[in-house]
């Protein structure tokens, strides 16, 4: 007599990787106000915000429940929770929170950086992370830039021209306070500087929250090659001695 085989089991596929979106721009660029306004758009809605003190952001009109001390529930459908200490952390809690039910099911997330934050420690945090590379995907760098002062800031800091140089949109603030063309040398060198990204005018109303999402998973080759040697570094940093591996972010 034939044996009988076990029935069939279907294996549980992951999920599929929530998009990851971060906002970054030195001091005084505008990230406080930009992040105010994408949080009433209703395109976000299903949106996990990181930012990194409440305090720093205007939230309290849009303040729905409070959970707990690290995270709200905003009237747009967002939620917004704070950094506390390491990013990873803070990455792998929501996660379990989602898994686990305890927070709604959000469907992205965006993190909003300090102005002098480097946004390659954020990058190679996500894309090499055995887990929440698994989980997140990086779906693009979104970096204001203040036209009235952008020159003297990629002049005198490193971090400002690292957070150009890695973006996949460039937001330009303040060009309202500039008489016409009173920004050809910055467009000029932001563009040679990041000659892919996308730049957008906050006074002309480009800046929505339809134009800042879904840049397509990020792809450091399409950047200058100081992209991939700052990211390089940075696994060199955490890992000791070895590099960030050339490969793209999972689908």
């Not at 992370?129 to 002049?155: E, I, K």
């Not at 996308?198 to 006074?203: M, P």
């Not at 002309?204 to 840049?215: F, V």
Request: hydrophobic letters at 45%; proline letters at 6%; glycine letters at 8%.
């Amino acid at each position: 007599m034939l044996a009988v085989p076990p029935p069939m089991t279907l294996q549980k596929r992951p999920p599929a990787p929530f998009p990851l979106t971060v906002v970054t721009g030195f001091l005084g660029a505008g990230k406080t106000s930009l992040l105010n306004v994408l949080l009433r758009d209703p395109a976000l809605a299903g949106t996990l915000v990181i930012v990194n003190e409440f305090g720093e952001i205007g939230l309290d009109h849009l303040l729905v429940e409070r959970l707990d001390g690290d995270m709200l529930v905003m009237t747009s459908g967002c939620l917004c929770c704070s950094i506390r200490g390491d990013l990873i952390a803070t990455l792998e809690d929501i996660l379990r929170r989602r898994d686990n039910g305890r927070i709604a099911h959000f469907q992205r997330v965006v993190i909003e950086t300090t102005g002098l934050a480097d946004p390659a420690p954020v990058l190679h945090t996500v894309m090499a992370h055995p887990y929440l590379m698994l989980r997140f995907r990086v779906d693009g760098v979104v970096t204001l830039v203040d036209t009235v002062n952008g020159n003297a800031t990629l002049d005198a800091h490193e971090e400002a021209v690292k957070q150009a140089a890695m973006a996949d949109r460039l937001v330009l603030s303040k060009t309202d306070l500039l008489a016409d063309d009173g920004f050809t040398e910055l467009r000029a060198r932001l563009k040679k500087l990041n000659p892919g990204a996308v730049l957008l005018d906050v006074a002309k109303g480009e800046a929505t929250a339809g134009a800042l999402l879904d840049a397509g998973i990020y792809d450091p080759d399409r950047k200058i090659p100081d992209v991939w040697r700052w990211l390089n570094a940075e696994a060199f940093t955490a890992r000791g001695a070895e590099t960030i591996p050339r490969q793209r972010c999972l689908p």
